[in-house]
């Protein structure tokens, strides 16, 4: 999916530079572009939360930023505390790693699913081009869209490790 | 409350660098709020702290939820040369570092396992250190992707717990079973008897384990289908107890 959001924010880029601007075409190739970083993003996270439990693939996108900052972090943390009366200084690590994870994630999701939201919802908000063909949606790089994936890739090992062992 | 009247809300909580509101499809009464920090002198720019009083107050006040969503080019230009420090010290694809940023304080997240010797991370982490200070945030440190996990405490305990009488090979193999790297029974002996040193285990004259009620307490239990005891029903009927 990553590779597709990759061809449309390319093709978003030539179409502005191409000077394809009254159609319209490179805001509608450059907001699929963040929606597809989104939803490679999102399959990662979910398939994440199915690692930890069953029932949590199932969850709605807005349910997702709650229950890592609720459910999932009080889990950590009691682990966290279980680990420091065993002086298990491994785990205590990993749990703390883990619940900086949870946290980032979350924000990570919620910010993701903002630009989602508006790449799909919200059409008058238009794509930002500047002068090299690079664009943004509310202010957010398509540059930095890319990235969620990696980010998502290395945090949600972070929490699975750590759920692991508690 | 239509957005407008968020705006107007925004402004008169005197927030600046309000780029759109939009609605939250999902959710009733809920809003994202972008905001661009670019532009917007430190000073004036609302910390988490304020943000999450703030949007705790308007929900109190006004009975909306709003998400602030930032957009910070500072931190994205910051993580550019995170990225080529890193790269420049270990064989990391770029995409492969990120920075998270709280406040002032950065903390580096590396996805892959680092094989790096410690002063050559030393010397990194230096590096890193200074060059984010420049950029005015504190390093708060350094993470990695971890290799294949060997088990801890807890979760030798929680196994003990499930298969109690277990030997120390059957307590490998479930460990091995739920993917963790057990290096040899050896090993799995030596942290069992640091645990039965810390009377949290018992070995018993034909060579099984079982926890200590010390331990059992320590553990605690549950009535939900979470319960321990329902975890040791099913393990047993697993190995065919």
């Known amino acids: 999916?990553?590779?597709?959001?990759?061809?449309?924010?390319?093709?978003?880029?030539?179409?502005?530079?191409?000077?394809?601007?009254?159609?319209?075409?490179?805001?509608?190739?450059?907001?699929?572009?963040?929606?597809?970083?989104?939803?490679?993003?999102?399959?990662?996270?979910?398939?994440?939360?199915?690692?930890?439990?069953?029932?949590?693939?199932?969850?709605?996108?807005?349910?997702?930023?709650?229950?890592?900052?609720?459910?999932?972090?009080?889990?950590?943390?009691?682990?966290?505390?279980?680990?420091?009366r065993l002086s298990d200084g491994d785990v205590v690590k990993q749990c703390s790693k883990a619940i900086e994870a949870a946290d980032e994630l979350a924000e990570l999701t919620t910010r993701a699913y903002g630009v989602r939201v508006t790449a799909d919802y919200n059409p008058e908000i238009r794509v930002s081009f500047n002068e090299r063909g690079t664009f943004s949606l509310n202010a957010i790089a398509v540059d930095e869209a890319k990235k969620w994936p990696y980010k998502a890739r290395a945090l949600v090992p972070a929490i699975i490790s750590a759920w692991s062992q508690i | 409350m239509n957005i407008n009247q968020i705006h107007q809300l925004l402004k008169d909580r005197r927030v600046e660098g309000v780029e759109s509101i939009?609605?939250?499809?999902?959710?009733?009464?809920?809003?994202?709020?972008?905001?661009?920090?670019?532009?917007?002198?430190?000073?004036?720019?609302?910390?988490?702290?304020?943000?999450?009083?703030?949007?705790?107050?308007?929900?109190?006040?006004?009975?909306?939820?709003?998400?602030?969503?930032?957009?910070?080019?500072?931190?994205?230009?910051?993580?550019?040369?995170?990225?080529?420090?890193?790269?420049?010290?270990?064989?990391?694809?770029?995409?492969?570092?990120?920075?998270?940023?709280?406040?002032?304080?950065?903390?580096?997240?590396?996805?892959?396992?680092?094989?790096?010797?410690?002063?050559?991370?030393?010397?990194?982490?230096?590096?890193?250190?200074?060059?984010?200070?420049?950029?005015?945030?504190?390093l708060e440190g350094l993470r990695t992707a971890l290799p294949k996990e060997r088990p801890g405490k807890l979760v030798m305990l929680k196994v003990v717990r499930h298969l109690a009488p277990v030997r120390s090979d059957e307590l490998s193999a479930r460990l091995n079973e739920l993917g963790f790297e057990v290096p040899s029974t050896q090993w799995v002996e030596k942290r069992l008897d640091a645990l039965r040193q810390a009377r949290l285990l018992v070995r018993l004259r034909d060579g099984h384990y079982a926890l200590t009620a010390q331990c059992l307490l320590f553990l605690g239990t549950g009535k939900t289908r979470s319960s321990p005891d329902v975890a040791r029903l099913l393990a047993l009927a697993a190995v065919g107890r």
């Open chain 1, 1 to 84: 999916m990553e590779q597709v959001a990759a061809h449309l924010a390319n093709e978003a880029r030539v179409r502005h530079l191409a000077g394809d601007k009254s159609s319209g075409d490179d805001d509608l190739f450059g907001r699929s572009a963040f929606n597809r970083y989104y939803y490679a993003t999102f399959l990662i996270i979910r398939e994440g939360l199915r690692s930890l439990h069953g029932t949590w693939a199932g969850l709605a996108h807005k349910d997702i930023p709650p229950l890592l900052k609720g459910e999932i972090k009080k889990t950590l943390k009691r682990g966290l505390q279980d680990a420091k």
């Open chain 2, 22 to 138: 939009i609605a939250h499809p999902g959710r009733g009464g809920a809003y994202f709020v972008f905001l661009r920090l670019d532009g917007v002198p430190k000073s004036r720019q609302l910390s988490s702290a304020a943000r999450s009083r703030l949007a705790r107050d308007i929900l109190t006040t006004k009975g909306i939820s709003v998400e602030f969503v930032l957009a910070d080019s500072r931190l994205f230009e910051t993580e550019t040369g995170v990225r080529a420090i890193v790269s420049a010290a270990v064989a990391v694809p770029s995409e492969q570092v990120f920075v998270v940023v709280k406040e002032d304080r950065a903390t580096v997240w590396i996805g892959v396992t680092l094989e790096i010797e410690d002063d050559k991370l030393a010397l990194m982490e230096g590096l890193l250190g200074k060059y984010l200070s420049d950029q005015g945030y504190q």
